[in-house]
C-alpha cells in the first residue's frame, strides 16, 4: 500500500481500479531558422496557430453544448490567450529576430509567462499558468504534428489517473466510466478540478508523480476529500473507505428529502422542474437534485465518439435504463439533434461540407433526409415506452410539413411495431422543440398535431437575433431579454395554451439563469428543464417569489424601452427578492 | 490620449472570465489600450499580460487610451467596472 498526498480538488471516495493515461513530456527541439527561410517559419507557425483555433472552436462548441455556459467561458479564455498578442506578435517577433524554430520561440514566451505567475500568492491566479500551458501545449501538438491518445480507450468503470487533463481529454470522461481521477499537475481551480466538481467525482490533483507510481488496473483510491491517493489499499484501509463512501451516500440521501419540495412560488403556482441529461446514468443525479423527471434526454451523446451509429437495441438499453430510473417522472426524449458534420460518424459518406451548417442539415431535417437513422431511435424509444412514461419530442422543427413528416414516420414505424406484436405505449405523448423563430409563429397551427412545446432558448434567440454568441464580434447582441425574444415565447405559449390546452416547457439556457426564471414564470411556463446540478437553485428562485409579481415583472420588462431598461428591472427585481429572502438552506 | 483610475471591484479580481471579458471589450476598439499599475504597463488587449497582473480586488488600475475611439474605450471598460464585470450575479 502506498499512500500519495495532492491538493484536494473535488470532494468524494473512489474505489476503483487504475487507468493510466500517458503523456508524453514533450521535448522542444531547438534549430537556427536561416533567414531565407524565416518568413516559411512564420507561416509555419501561424498555420498550427490557425489548426488549434479550429480545435478549440470545436472544443468550444461542444463545451456549451455538454457543458453549458460556465465551462464554454473557460475555453472562451483559452481562444483568447491563443489570439493574445504575447502569442500572435512576440512569438514571431522573436522568429523573426533570433532566428529559431517556432517551437523554441513559442516554449520561450511560455516560459517566460509561466515564472512570472508562479510567484503569485493568490492560488487561483497561480493556477492560471495551468492554462497557459494547455493552450501553449496544444500549438506544440500541431506544431510537431503529435495527435495525443484520448481517454476512448477506456472499457469500465476506472480512475484515472494522468499527467494533466486538459479540456480536450476531459471531454471524453462524461461517459460514466470515469469514477474519480488524480493528476500529476494542476491545482484547485485548474480546469479539470471545475469540471470535477460540477460533475461531483472526486479528484486529487498536483501529485507530482502519480502517473509513475500506478500501473493501469491496479486497486486505487481517491480521496478528494483529504487529497489523498492510496494506491493497492490493505484490507483494513479499504474497510474504512467503504464505510466512509456509505456514509457519504446517506448524507446525499438526506439532502434529497430537503431537494422534494414542490417547485412553487409563494401563492401557490405551480411549475415542473425538471432536468436536461446527456446519457441515462444522469437521470439519478438530476433526481437527487430534486428534478421531477427529465425534460431534455439528450440522445446526440449516445452518437458521439464513436464509429458507427448505435443499433436500435443499443439505444433501446439506453432509453429503457433512462425511463426506468426515471420512474414514476416522465422522460423526454429528444430525437437526434446532430449536425450534417456529423452524418460521417453515422455511416453515410457521401456529405458535401456546408458553408453555413447552423442554417443547415441539423437536427429533424437530417432525420428526415435519412429516415433509417430516424426509424432506428423511434423503434428503440417506442420500445422502450412500455417501462415507464416517456415522452418524444423532434428538434429544429421550422414547420408544419417537417413536423408532419417527421410524424409520418412516426405512424410507420409504430405499424411496423404493432405488425409484429411488439407492445409500446400507444398514448405516448410527442411534442417539438421551438428553437426556429418561424416554428414559435405557427404555434397555433403545431399544436393541433403535438402534445406538448419545449422552447430551446439558445438556438431561438441565435435564430431570432441572428447572433452567433460564439461570435464575440456579435456576441453582445444575444440578448435573451430582447422584446423580439419575448415575444416569441409569450406568443408560443399564449398559442400551445389556447389551442387544445398544450404544455409549453423551456429547457434552453434561460431556464436555469436565476435572473429570469422569474420572466419565464410570468409569461406561464408550464415546465422548466435545466441542469441538474442547477435545479435546487431554480426550485429556490421560484420558491422565493409570487407568481403575481412575475407576472408584474413580465409586464414591466416586456414594456421596457430598451433592452437596457429591461435589464434595469430585473436587476431590482432580482436584488429585493434576494434581500427579501433569508439565506435558504439548501443552494 | 485618455486615461482613467479603476479599482478593482468584483469578489475574485481580475481573474480568467473578467479578464477574458475585459479584452473583449477593449479589442472591440480600434484604439490601443494600455494598464498601468504601480508603474507596471501591460498591453491592454492581452490576457496573458492581464492575468500577469494578477489584479485582486481592491487593486487600482490606471487605463490609458490612445486612438480615434479612445473615450468609447474608457466608456466600455467603465461599464464593466459598474457591472462588476458580471461576477456578482452568476457566481462560479
Known sequence: MITLTGVAASDGIAIGQAFVLEDEDVAIPRWEVPKERVKSEVARFRYALGRTKDEMVAIHNKALKVFGKSHAKLMDAYLLILNDPFISKDVVKIIETTHVNAEFALTQIIDRTIKVMENFEDEYFRDRKYDILDVGHKVLRHLMGHEKKTLQSILEPSVIIAHNLTPTDTMNLKEGLTIGFATNIGGKTSHAALLAQSMTIPAVVGMRDVTSRVRTGDPVIVDGHDGLVIIRPDAATLEKYKADQYRRGEQERRLEDLRDLPAQTTDGHRITLAANIETSDDVKIALNHGAEGIGLFRTEFLFLNRRTSPNEEEQYQSYRQAVRASFPYPVIIRTLDLGGDKLPMLGVSDVSPESNPFLGLRGIRLCLKYPEIFKVQLRAILRASTEGKIKVMYPMVSGLDELRAANAILQEVKSALRGQQVPFDESMEVGMMVEVPSAALMVDILAREVDFFSIGTNDLIQYTLAVDRINENVASLYQPLHLAVLRLIDQTVKAGHNIGNKWVGVCGEMASESDLVPILVGLDIDELSVAPSAVPRVKEVIRSTSYADCSRLTREVMNASSVEAAQRILRLFSSSRLAQQPRPAVS | ?92
Open chain 2, 1 to 92: 490620449m485618455v486615461e482613467k483610475t479603476f479599482i478593482i471591484n468584483n469578489r475574485l479580481g481580475l481573474h480568467a472570465r473578467p479578464a477574458s471579458l475585459f479584452v473583449k471589450t477593449t479589442s472591440r476598439f480600434t484604439s490601443s489600450v494600455k494598464i498601468v499599475r504601480d508603474g507596471q504597463e501591460i498591453d491592454g488587449k492581452s490576457i496573458m499580460g492581464l492575468l500577469m497582473l494578477a489584479a485582486g480586488p481592491g487593486t487600482e488600475l490606471t487605463i490609458v487610451a490612445d486612438g480615434p475611439d479612445e473615450n468609447d474605450v474608457l466608456a466600455a471598460v467603465g461599464d464593466l467596472f459598474r457591472r462588476h464585470f458580471d461576477d456578482d450575479i452568476e457566481g462560479d
